[in-house]
């Protein structure tokens, strides 16, 4: 007889999902969310991503934009892939790393939108967490591959999974190309990985950042 393999699904809890980092970040799109719909115009003019008030000082809107939030469905959708996609990476990588990734997506992927607006000459005001988003996505891609994800009642791997969600979004955005430019987050998040490792391979002082399956630790699958 022939060895069968037996694939078991296990969903996460509750408790899984609303990691600490996942639950601070969530609680921010609401409440940004909420301000916009109580004081849309002091929320965009203070936390929004105004090309020319960054240039002037306001720096602080290179990591504010993506918890303002217009549009209730892109909030759930943008919310629902930082709830279950986000968890999945803070799990691996703990809360910091979590954090830092986030960071380094909103405040790249802002820096292009500047430039572009400025040196196309147009002024397009940006907001709301997509640009961090499908830099989750992509890291779920490369640091989770070879796991199975539950997607309509199938299972996909996370680089196809990854693959499949930025081409839909891609898609999605053409009606509108600059928001094109969020979608580098994907590759804002890939660099920054790469670059963590290539730290860590390089760090003889932390052998164990060069291979490790531990949380909290940066894991190379090539």
């Given at each position: 007889?022939?060895?069968?393999?037996?694939?078991?699904?296990?969903?996460?809890?509750?408790?899984?999902?609303?990691t600490p980092g996942?639950t601070i970040l969530?609680?921010?799109?609401?409440?940004?969310?909420?301000?916009?719909?109580?004081?849309?115009?002091?929320?965009?003019?203070?936390?929004?991503?105004?090309?020319?008030?960054?240039?002037?000082?306001?720096?602080?809107?290179?990591?504010?934009?993506?918890?303002?939030?217009?549009?209730?469905?892109?909030?759930?959708?943008?919310?629902?892939?930082?709830?279950?996609?986000?968890?999945?990476?803070?799990?691996?990588?703990?809360?910091?790393?979590?954090?830092?990734?986030?960071?380094?997506?909103?405040?790249?992927?802002?820096?292009?939108?500047?430039?572009?607006?400025?040196?196309?000459?147009?002024?397009?005001?940006?907001?709301?967490?997509?640009?961090?988003?499908?830099?989750?996505?992509?890291?779920?891609?490369?640091?989770?591959?070879?796991?199975?994800?539950?997607?309509?009642?199938?299972?996909?791997?996370?680089?196809?999974?990854?693959?499949?969600?930025?081409?839909?979004?891609?898609?999605?955005?053409?009606?509108?190309?600059?928001?094109?430019?969020?979608?580098?987050?994907?590759?804002?998040?890939?660099?920054?990985?790469?670059?963590?490792?290539?730290?860590?391979?390089?760090?003889?002082?932390?052998?164990?950042?060069?291979?490790?399956?531990?949380?909290?630790?940066?894991?190379?699958?090539?």
């Amino acid at each position: 007889m022939g060895n069968m393999q037996e694939t078991r699904i296990v969903l996460p809890s509750p408790g899984q999902l609303l990691t600490p980092g996942v639950t601070i970040l969530l609680s921010l799109m609401v409440a940004g969310f909420i301000g916009f719909l109580t004081v849309p115009n002091t929320v965009i003019n203070l936390l929004a991503l105004d090309p020319q008030k960054v240039i002037h000082g306001s720096v602080w809107q290179l990591v504010t934009y993506p918890f303002v939030e217009s549009c209730p469905w892109r909030l759930i959708s943008n919310g629902l892939i930082l709830l279950f996609i986000g968890s999945a990476i803070e799990r691996e990588w703990r809360r910091a790393s979590f954090i830092w990734l986030w960071l380094v997506v909103s405040i790249g992927c802002a820096i292009l939108w500047v430039l572009i607006n400025l040196v196309a000459g147009i002024y397009a005001i940006g907001f709301g967490a997509t640009a961090c988003c499908y830099g989750l996505v992509a890291t779920m891609g490369v640091i989770l591959r070879g796991r199975q994800f539950l997607v309509f009642f199938t299972t996909v791997a996370a680089q196809y999974l990854a693959i499949g969600l930025i081409v839909i979004g891609v898609i999605v955005s053409l009606p509108v190309p600059i928001t094109l430019i969020w979608a580098a987050g994907a590759l804002v998040a890939y660099g920054y990985i790469k670059a963590r490792w290539a730290v860590a391979a390089r760090t003889s002082a932390h052998p164990a950042l060069r291979r490790s399956t531990g949380k909290g630790q940066f894991v190379d699958l090539d």
